[in-house]
């Protein structure tokens, strides 16, 4: 439902990777999920990639999507 909303949008979608202890698996999932969007119908255009794993993120999130 969310991907068919944001390629009807044209909105920007912006998924960030967080720190993390497996920057390897955190950045596969991300980057997983923008191929998912795509797949749906949303633009490759309409999705930027940010982000790289310095730090340490407890909460076990691997990225975060703001629009």
């Known amino acids: 439902k969310i991907a068919s909303q944001l390629a009807n949008s044209g909105k ?3 998924i960030t990777m967080l720190p993390g ?8 999932r991300a980057y997983a999920f ?3 969007l795509i797949e749906k119908g949303v633009d490759e255009s309409q999705i930027v990639m940010k982000g790289k794993n310095k730090g340490s993120n407890a909460t076990g999130i691997a990225f975060k999507i703001v629009n």
């Open 12 to 14: 920007t979608v912006q």
């Open 21 to 28: 202890s497996n920057a390897t698996l955190i950045e596969a």
């Open 34 to 36: 923008r191929e998912a």
